[in-house]
């Protein structure tokens, strides 16, 4: 029998792809790969350690769950290589004093790259932890059917998972599941929206704020409860998955920031409780003619604005491009560009749900292609039917 490499010679060699360019990767997420290393080189000042126990065995966890929907329905639930990397991150970094290093963690994926199971999976493991008596886990959304998806999802992969003690151990209702054994005595995993009532009394211990491009002001005051209820915890988890938002997604925009602001080097933004997982096609690249020194091509900026229907580039957005047997379908994405290139408003959508970039609004009538073949100028529409 040939030995499996371990979790970290395989995580290893992931991040190595990423940064050799073997792998194709924007930047944010190269960023993310960067600070996982230099983190380790500098956790002890820093006042960290890494447990690769506690990280493979959170890795291991999720072989106990199955794939329940799709082609791989059934299948036993064995992490992709970049989740793995956010596993082996998450669980693994702690605090001198032995308590989980990141309390929040920002998760950003085009459409159709597994998020809602992942963070299904991640909630699981948190409520299924019986080393946390009275546990309160929440999905949360900015309606409680929205919140439900992630929720049902995790209820589905308990049921599917085919282990008689464990179904039977959690006790399952049509808006809640439970454990009242010890030594879980009484932990709770609900789903829960700004339309659900009583938030006052939470106590989270993990939470999974769900799609928060979709998130307006109006639902402040809801992140505000989330955030706070997390005081009384030792060690609480809050992860946060989504794609790109556009012009009105107002707290999408603020958390975007700031998670880019977190995992970029150099910034001056250094938050060591935030994990940061950012997949989306770079905007821009380096101008080819003058490789960013600026020059008449680029217009002095050097840099060049990408063409996001470049086939070769969508798997910066798309992780599950790079995985065998992706669940991301490349013929699919082909007819979704094909469209794109004719249709002003297919690329907008492209770019946003599929390149997972932020656009300026959903619908553009005209692109700016278009816009500069009349250089910006109208002629006399002076006395015309309008």
Not at 32 to 55: P, S, W
Request: hydrophobic share 35%; with cysteine.
């Amino acid at each position: 029998m040939i030995a499996q490499p371990s979790h970290q010679t395989e995580i290893h060699q992931f991040c190595d792809d990423i940064l050799s360019g073997k792998l194709v990767a924007g930047r944010l997420e190269r960023y993310a790969i960067e600070r996982y290393y230099d983190d380790l080189e500098h956790a002890d000042e820093k006042g960290f350690y890494f447990d690769e126990k506690a990280a493979s065995d959170a890795i291991d966890f999720f072989s106990v769950l199955k794939h329940t929907t799709g082609e791989f329905a059934g299948d036993p639930f064995v992490p992709r290589k970049f989740q793995k990397f956010i596993i082996w991150n998450l669980y693994g970094w702690k605090r001198k004093d032995g308590l989980r290093r990141f309390r929040q963690a920002y998760l950003s994926f085009a459409r159709g790259n597994g998020k809602s199971p992942f963070a299904a999976g991640l909630a699981n493991q948190a409520f299924l932890d019986p080393n946390d008596a009275r546990a309160q886990v929440y999905t949360f959304a900015t309606k409680e059917e929205q919140a439900k998806i992630v929720w049902a999802e995790a209820r589905k992969q308990i049921e599917a998972s085919q282990d008689d003690e464990l179904i039977n151990l959690v006790e399952r209702y049509q808006k809640s599941m439970a454990i009242t054994l010890p030594p879980w005595n009484g932990s709770l995993f609900e789903p829960k929206g700004s339309d659900s009532k009583g938030s006052d009394g939470w106590i989270l211990s993990f939470g999974v704020v769900d799609e928060l491009h979709a998130w307006s002001d109006h639902h402040r005051g809801l992140l505000d409860n989330i955030v706070t209820s997390m005081g009384k915890r030792r060690e609480p988890m809050l992860v946060c998955i989504t794609t790109a938002g556009d012009e009105s997604s107002e707290i999408w925009q603020e958390e975007y920031d700031f998670a880019c602001q977190v995992v970029t080097p150099d910034t001056g933004v250094n938050d060591e409780s935030q994990f940061v997982y950012i997949c989306e096609v770079d905007k821009d690249e380096n101008c080819s003619k003058c490789n960013g020194k600026g020059c008449e091509d680029c217009g002095d900026k050097g840099t060049m604005e990408i063409d996001v229907l470049r086939e070769e580039l969508w798997a910066q957005g798309n992780p599950m491009l790079r995985e065998p047997n992706s669940p991301v379908k490349i013929d699919f994405l082909r007819s979704l560009a094909a469209k794109a290139e004719h249709k002003p408003s297919a690329l907008n959508q492209f770019k946003r749900y599929h390149a997972n970039q932020q656009v300026a609004s959903f619908f553009k009538w005209m692109t700016s292609e278009l816009w500069a073949r009349g250089n910006g100028t109208l002629s006399d529409l002076e006395g015309l039917p309008c």
